[in-house]
T-cell receptor, first 115, second 114 residues
Framework: DAGVTQSPTHLIKTRGQQVTLRCSPI?????VSWYQQVLGQGPQFIFQ???????GRGNFPDRFSARQFPNYSSELNVNALLLGDSALYLC??????????????FGPGTRLLVL | GNSVTQMEGPVTLSEEAFLTINCTYT??????LFWYVQYPGEGLQLLLK?????DKGSNKGFEATYRKETTSFHLEKGSVQVSDSAVYFC?????????????FGKGITLSVRP
């Protein structure tokens, strides 16, 4: 079975630009979460979606937005990019039905570099 | 709020040495606890988990026991291999509101030399 897939794998943008990252969850999973991992740190929670509804949002500015589609895939958008947005962006999928006991399965990530 | 504290790294061991990586947490309610591993250039892979006090998670020779009294979830392996070289993250998930976000520690880099 295919795992979580993310695209693109790498991206280079300049300050002020906008970027869209994409994620496809494991088949049958209805929840998608997004995390930002800055070099040398643990991942930080950005968003969680379930059945196309936002379930939670981390401490990130409004420049960050996301959505989930009827097929449960998801997009993360970041506007007005800053140098500090350079990071590995991880998508994780889970069933969405077991809440805090469930395992989140991570994709390989999209590495974003902002120049 | 929730937080996870991992011991400072990096850690360098010789092959077949015993491994302990410390992890303590602060959380409301009764969290689930996880260890994830990240190999160079890759995303995170679940290594093991425990969902209630005194549970022991195990996988690939790694073990960790959920200790509520000491709020700890230390990772151990009896004999490490070169292939275990990676970054290890301790994480917790507790149900707050309507989401089950993961809170991660900073991670620790393990290098195993032949």
């Amino acid at each position: 079975d295919a795992g979580v897939t993310q695209s693109p794998t790498h991206l280079i943008k300049t300050r002020g630009q906008q970027v869209t990252l994409r994620c496809s969850p494991i088949s049958g999973h209805k929840s998608v979460s997004w995390y930002q991992q800055v070099l040398g740190q643990g991942p930080q929670f950005i968003f969680q979606y379930y059945e196309k509804e936002e379930r939670g949002r981390g401490n990130f500015p409004d420049r960050f937005s996301a959505r989930q589609f009827p097929n449960y895939s998801s997009e993360l958008n970041v506007n007005a990019l800053l140098l500090g947005d350079s990071a590995l962006y991880l998508c994780a999928s889970s069933s969405g039905t077991e809440m805090y006991q469930e395992t989140q399965y991570f994709g390989p990530g999209t590495r974003l570099l902002v120049l | 709020g929730n937080s996870v504290t991992q011991m400072e790294g990096p850690v360098t061991l010789s092959e077949e040495a015993f491994l302990t990586i410390n992890c303590t947490y602060t959380a409301t309610g009764y969290p689930s606890l996880f260890w994830y591993v990240q190999y160079p250039g890759e995303g995170l892979q679940l290594l093991l988990k425990a969902t209630k006090a005194d549970d022991k998670g195990s996988n690939k020779g790694f073990e960790a026991t959920y200790r509520k009294e000491t709020t700890s979830f230390h990772l151990e392996k009896g004999s490490v291999q070169v292939s275990d070289s990676a970054v290890y993250f301790c994480a917790l998930s507790s149900y707050t509101g309507a989401n089950s976000k993961l809170t991660f520690g900073k991670g620790i880099t393990l290098s195993v030399r032949p």
